[in-house]
């Protein structure tokens, strides 16, 4: 015990100088409350200068030695030290939002949520049957990693390497070539802990994720769409390809449930925020599970659908907004969304060209149609024009939060 308390005195720790501050700081305290009990005014006011010296002395030793201990579990030193305290001070007292959906969509909407609060749960599909969740699926007899992963990364706080790590995709001329490595490692979890909810757990401790992802079930689920000819495809990856409208969308096996995390997250939730994402394929499937979308209903929650900025092709030619509102509206409940956030503003025709050969357009945001069926509308700018024309992550974060701190004001 006396060895340990002599380590602390070794150069280099970085506590003896702030140690010995505030013992200094105490002393001229106490030398300052002598002369203030000085029966000359001078001396008094002497007094009072030096003890609050030494008070600032004390504040300034102790605020640096905790300081100092801290960043020896901090990486990043006392920058990271504040994002921490910015991160638990305000972003945890932050809204419950609960983000549906999958694909690429969700992981950029979480992308920007998280900067608004802590509290966020992504309920994910796993349906996905192309790629490497595919081969996997079959393989292994899992439910589809990618979305998970996806999710994962974009709510990662580990280093921007863990990330980068996990979306690696080998090469071509590998006998892994396709397959992630994120991917990879969940299915290794899995194999580990033997339980599919479990190995995204320890995953998302790894990349110290902030939030929580959750599969919407852990029932190996494939997806089934049936087309205006009453044709039958299935697999996810597959329906796109058929070229034919689509009638309805449903799961296989049918009576597959939620999980409980999954619905503990709806109940508990302010915000569900639904999509964007494809809508056959990424939104609609949660909603498919007969429990999930009950609870959504259920919801006291202010329910939030974020439309598609583009058609789809071989899901959603000629939709417009109101068309996409419809079709999850039939696949569910009236109830599962209070509100419509839509896209305004033009692309541009040089960024529309570059998606006429695949048959998709923009969204016509339709307001008025929407507003008929009795759902509130925003609509505004929420384009993003780069390779790809989609929603920017910073115009729809602010989007969201203006409509979520509406709602909160008139719920008060």
């Known amino acids: 015990m006396p060895n340990n308390l002599i380590k602390w005195l070794y150069p280099g720790m970085k506590i003896k100088r702030w140690f010995f501050t505030s013992v200094l700081g105490v002393g001229v305290v106490a030398g300052g409350a002598i002369a203030f009990a000085s029966n000359f005014i001078l001396i008094r006011i002497f007094g009072v200068v030096i003890i609050l010296c030494g008070i600032v002395l004390i504040v300034m030793g102790i605020g640096k030695l905790i300081v100092s201990l801290l960043t020896l579990f901090i990486p990043k030193g006392e920058r990271e030290l504040v994002n921490i305290l910015y991160r638990k001070r305000f972003l945890d007292r932050g809204p419950k939002i609960v983000a549906i959906g999958g694909g690429h969509g969700l992981s950029h909407l979480i992308l920007g949520l998280k900067e608004y609060t802590s509290n966020i749960t992504a309920i994910v599909t796993v349906a996905d049957s ?35 790590l996990f979306q690696f995709r080998f090469p071509k001329e590998s006998q892994l070539q396709g397959h992630n490595f994120g991917n990879l490692f969940l299915t290794a979890m899995v194999q580990v802990t033997g339980d599919f909810e479990k190995a995204v757990k320890e995953s998302s401790k790894v990349l110290a994720i902030r939030g929580k992802v959750i599969p919407s079930t852990v029932h190996n689920v494939h997806l089934v769409a049936e087309y205006e000819d009453s044709s039958i495809t299935e697999g996810e990856a597959k329906i796109p390809r058929k070229g034919m409208k689509i009638r309805r969308v449903f799961l296989k096996p049918q009576d597959a449930t939620p999980t409980d995390e999954a619905l503990e997250a709806i109940r508990e939730a302010e915000i569900i925020v639904l999509g964007p994402g494809s809508l056959y394929t990424s939104v609609i499937p949660n909603l498919l599970i007969k429990e999930l979308t009950d609870a959504v209903v259920k919801s006291s929650a202010y329910k939030i659908y974020v439309c598609n900025v583009m058609t789809q092709q071989g899901e959603s030619e000629g939709y417009t907004a109101s068309d996409h509102v419809d079709a999850i509206v039939k696949h569910s409940h009236r109830k599962v969304m209070d509100a419509c956030l839509v896209n305004s503003e033009e692309v541009p025709s040089e960024a529309q060209g570059r998606y006429k050969s695949e048959d998709s357009f923009p969204v016509v945001p339709e307001v008025d149609r929407i507003r008929e069926m009795g759902i509130e509308v925003v609509a505004t700018d929420l384009l993003s024009i780069t390779d790809y024309v989609r929603h920017d992550s910073i115009k729809l974060t602010k989007a969201l939060i203006k409509l979520i701190e509406k709602h909160r004001i008139l719920k008060r």
């Open 130 to 164: 192309g790629g490497s969740s595919g081969r996997l699926r079959e393989e292994f007899n899992i439910v589809a990693p990618g979305d998970i992963r996806n999710c994962l990364v974009a709510l990662a706080d580990a280093p921007a390497l863990m990330g980068e």
